[in-house]
Structure formats: structure tokens, C-alpha cells
């Protein structure tokens, strides 16, 4: 027998013993002894059963197994291993995956857009988002959560009803992560994100331009209940799309700003209003939340009308403060404000978000407005919303 | 609390690891600062530490001092960064102490749930 000493850190998975006499002739043999008698210590030691927990540091007889055999280091009779909480940090680090650099995105602040000196109005570019689109989170967020959830595992393959954004997140995130993917979307899609799909290595399925949104979701729902080797992460359901938002986009505007007294964001799925929302109303509990929504009829996808009769599961309307309807053309000219006065080449669902942004800014003597746009404006060149008349935007998908 | 002696530990461990960071973990008792135990940082790196310290250290906390875990930042200010947040590990929610080497600032927070939260921090 050997023994292993329990930082004060751990105890509690070990019911506050600070040295238990273990068994084993290897280390591997000697944790896997200790986590099989003590659950609670499971993840925080072996990761995944089999390799050693990040945050956990190992002695035995004093030498940090780092210097000697790893996990295969032999243990004697009479041995002594310390666990140890694993500390490192530091300013800067490379980034070991494209995914590392999702989140943190600039928070901005936009004078030449305030509607008068007393309110500071700040726009957080999700377009810096690998993909350009704040949806890296959600899609990481979301296989993440199929993986853990043990519903996700090598084989299936994934399928999405979406209007190119979510896809291309979802399609960088599959890729890294090894399973294939399938997208539906609106076929009036504009071609960047056609193409940017593609690139990415997802196949592409058309539905309707006249049906929308709810028409690409339909048929994803169709091609999921026939072919059983699909997996549906439907952000629209999808708790773990909201939570992608409380703990990164809330969290990164909680933490940058001491005070907010109104977030706007645009009416998709619901899960950046209801995620960051939540996270701000923790820290500013008279923070309005406020949703950008398109008239209803308009052919639009990520921004929705909910009079056209689709509520997103992850939406409790209840917790929006405000839903302001937004005009195409309204849109556009917050677009085009974005890039004339601060220099933001943004998407054009930014535009609308914008405008409520001024509005509700207009209202508040002084104070604090934040906006999250939600995109960049590089997959809707095509579209040439910069330059031609808003009557555009009823040819195009505009998320 | 952080007295004016183990304070001037820290800058001197930080001054004396340049152009890297400094690691080490700052021995309490009753809130007060009693002592700096000086780490190694494995990393030896300017951006990361990774903290090696006499193993022992860890276990002070059994004879009733508590633990702060502290590093440097040669110029960024002492907040916790991504990376601190991210490899917070074991330590959630307990004492960490950063100092911003350019300007002296010291500053204390606690990290938990990915969230930075400040605490107090005096010199006497």
C-alpha cells in the first residue's frame, strides 16, 4: 500500500480525509484506485478516466511526475503521492486552436452614434468572432453540450436549419472536432455564405425563399425524423445557445462596464436576449432588455417577427423589457450610420439593432446603452446594402 | 491585508524574474499577510506561469493560514486575464493576488464560475 495526501482543496470530494492509503503499482493504478473509491474526485484528477486532470499537479516522493514517467510513474510500498492544485495563468498565451478565440470581443464605444451627451452608447463587435458572427459561440456552446451530454458521438451527423451564420460556426466547430455536417437554409441566401459553407466542408440543402426561416426549419425537421444518423442541435431549443450568451457575451459586458441601463440586441433565437440579458440583470437589476424585432412579413431569417407566428422555445417574451419594430429601411440606414460615422462595416441585423439603440437612448436623460451587433458586414457585400436603395433588403435574407 | 514587508517581497520576487512573470503563493493568517513563499514559474515566460513551489507550501492551510496564489504581469493591468480565468482550476474562489510590475498596482480578486469578482485589498 502507498499513500496518497489530499490538499485541502480536494477534501471534500473525499470526505475531508487528508491521507488515504491507496493501492497500485503505477500511478495511473493508484489514482484510479482512489477516484473508483471516491466518485466526487473524478474529473478533477483523471480526465476521462485516463489522463491526467489539467488542474491537478502530482508528487510522488517529492518528484513532480511531470519529471519522471507520468501517469506510468511506478509506485513502491510505502510511497507517498501529493495531489496538488495546478496553478498557471498569465497575461498573454497562444492560442492553441482557432476555437480558443471565440469570445472576448471588442466592446466599443460609438460618440459619433450617442443621441446627446448624457448617454455613452457601446457596440460589441461579435463580428471579431472567428466566422464573423457571433454564433461561434453558440455553435461551440452547443456541440460542447451534445458531447458532454453523451448525445453527440462520432458517427452522427449534425443538421441545422439555418441562414448561413449559424451554419458557418456549426461548419468550423464540425470540422475541428471531426463529424460532418448538413445545412438547411432559405435559398435566397446571399452566395457568401453559400460559399463560405461549402468552404468550411458543409453539404447544403435549399428550402423555399418563400417560406423563410420557418420554412428552412421545417425541412431540417423532416430530414432528421427520416434519417436517424442526423443530429438536430436546433438552436432555437437549445439551452445551451442562451448560456453561451450569459457566460460570455453578458459576462464580457459585465465585467468592461460598471454600469448599463439598457442592452439591445436583435429577435432571433432568443438566446443572446435571454442569456446576456439574464447576466446583466445579476449586475444591473433595472438594466432594460430590449429585442430588436423586423415588421412582421418580412423575409427574414436569424431576426424575426413573432406575429409571423413562431416563438423560439429558449424565448420567454416575458423576460424582454422592450420589443421595438424596426423597418428594412430603418435597417439600413443604421447600417449605413454604422460605417459613415464610426467606421463599422457591420451586418445589416446590426442596423436594426442600432436603431433601437438610439431610440431607447433618446429616452434615458443619462446613462449607459450597450448594443450587440451581431455581425460583420463581409457576407452581405453581394447585397450591396451600402450603396443601392433599401428595397434590396426584400430580395435578401438579412442575418 | 498585505503589509508594506511582504508586499515589497512581491515586487522584488517580480523585479528579480524579468521579463517574466513571477509566481509564488502569499501565506495568511486571520486576513493578514504574513509571508511570501517564492515559486518557480516552469513557463519562464513573459506572457504564463505555471507555478512549482515547494509542495508543502499547499499544505499550510492545515495549521491554519490560508493561501493566496500570486503572479505578475510585467504590464497589463493586475486583473485576472482569459487565460488566469480559464486555468483557475482548483483555486476557484480562492485569494489571488496580481501585480501590475509597470505602475506597482497590487489588486486581489476571487474567480469563480468565470466570474472576476475584486476584493479588498489594504496595506495596513
Known amino acids: 500500500m502507498s499513500r496518497v495526501r489530499i490538499p485541502p482543496t480536494l477534501r471534500d470530494a473525499v470526505g475531508g480525509a487528508r491521507e488515504i492509503e491507496v493501492s497500485g503499482g503505477t500511478l495511473r493504478e493508484v489514482l484510479s484506485d482512489l477516484v473508483a473509491r471516491f466518485p466526487a474526485l473524478g474529473r478533477q484528477v483523471l480526465e476521462n478516466g485516463n489522463g491526467l486532470a489539467p488542474f491537478v499537479n502530482v ?15 511506478p509506485v513502491r510500498e510505502g510511497s507517498t503521492v501529493i495531489l496538488l492544485p495546478a496553478m498557471a495563468g498569465g497575461e498573454r498565451t497562444l492560442t492553441p486552436s482557432i476555437l480558443g478565440t471565440i469570445g472576448d470581443t471588442p466592446l466599443v464605444e460609438l460618440p459619433r452614434l450617442a443621441p446627446h451627451e448624457g448617454v455613452r452608447l457601446y457596440a460589441k463587435l461579435e463580428g471579431a468572432n472567428p466566422t464573423g458572427s457571433l454564433k461561434d459561440r453558440v455553435a461551440e456552446a452547443m456541440v460542447e453540450a451534445a458531447e458532454a451530454s453523451g448525445e453527440l458521438v462520432p458517427g452522427r451527423e449534425l443538421l441545422e436549419p439555418t441562414s448561413g451564420n449559424t451554419g458557418i460556426s456549426l461548419a468550423l466547430v464540425a470540422k475541428l472536432k471531426g463529424y460532418s455536417l448538413t445545412c438547411v437554409l432559405p ?86 436576449l435571454m442569456g446576456a440579458g439574464d447576466r ?4 444591473f437589476p433595472d438594466v432594460v432588455v430590449a429585442a430588436a424585432e423586423p415588421l412582421q412579413g418580412d423575409l427574414v431569417y436569424g431576426l424575426r417577427s413573432l406575429a409571423d407566428g413562431y416563438v423560439p422555445p429558449i424565448l420567454d417574451v416575458s423576460r424582454l423589457d422592450r420589443k421595438i419594430l424596426v423597418s428594412n429601411e430603418e435597417s439600413v440606414a443604421g447600417l449605413r450610420l454604422l460605417l459613415d460615422r464610426e467606421g463599422i462595416f457591420a451586418g445589416v441585423s446590426s442596423g436594426a439593432v442600432l436603431h433601437v439603440a438610439r431610440l431607447l437612448g433618446e429616452e434615458l436623460e443619462e446613462g449607459v446603452v450597450v448594443c450587440v451587433l451581431a455581425d460583420g458586414g463581409w457576407k452581405y457585400l453581394s447585397a450591396d446594402f451600402w450603396t443601392e436603395g433599401a428595397q434590396t433588403m426584400e430580395e435578401h435574407v438579412w442575418w | 491585508m498585505i503589509p508594506p514587508a511582504v508586499r515589497s517581497a512581491l515586487v522584488e520576487h517580480a523585479e528579480a524574474e ?54 505578475s ?12 480565468v480559464e486555468r483557475i482550476g482548483l483555486w476557484e474562489g480562492r485569494p489571488y493576488v496580481i501585480l501590475n510590475l509597470r505602475t506597482g498596482e497590487l489588486a486581489a480578486w476571487r474567480i469563480e464560475d468565470g466570474r472576476i469578482e475584486p476584493q479588498e485589498l489594504s496595506d495596513d
Not at chain 1, 508528487?59 to 510513474?73: A, K, S
Open chain 1, 59 to 73: 508528487y510522488v516522493d517529492n518528484e513532480d511526475i511531470r519529471t519522471l514517467g507520468g501517469l506510468d510513474t
Open chain 1, 187 to 272: 435559398e435566397n441566401s446571399t452566395p457568401e455564405r453559400i460559399k463560405l459553407l461549402e468552404l468550411y466542408g458543409a453539404k447544403v440543402v435549399f428550402s423555399p425563399a418563400s417560406e423563410g426561416s420557418n420554412g428552412a426549419v421545417r425541412r431540417a425537421l423532416e430530414l432528421a425524423a427520416r434519417e436517424p444518423r442526423y443530429f438536430m442541435l436546433n438552436q432555437y431549443a437549445n439551452e445551451a445557445n442562451s448560456r453561451a450568451h450569459y457566460e460570455g457575451t453578458g459576462a464580457e459586458i459585465v465585467e468592461a462596464l460598471p454600469r448599463v441601463d439598457a442592452l439591445v440586441a436583435g429577435l432571433g433565437t432568443g438566446g443572446t
Open chain 1, 280 to 283: 446583466l440583470r445579476e449586475s
Open chain 2, 18 to 71: 524579468q521579463p517574466n512573470e513571477a509566481c509564488g503563493l502569499i501565506v495568511l493568517r486571520d486576513g493578514v499577510a504574513e509571508r511570501y513563499v517564492a515559486g518557480r514559474n516552469r513557463d519562464a515566460s513573459p506572457y504564463r506561469f505555471d507555478l512549482e513551489v515547494d509542495p508543502e507550501t499547499w499544505f499550510l492551510e492545515d495549521e491554519g493560514y490560508e493561501l493566496a496564489v500570486f503572479h
Open chain 2, 73 to 84: 504581469h510585467l504590464s497589463s493591468p493586475p486583473r485576472p486575464s482569459r487565460t488566469d
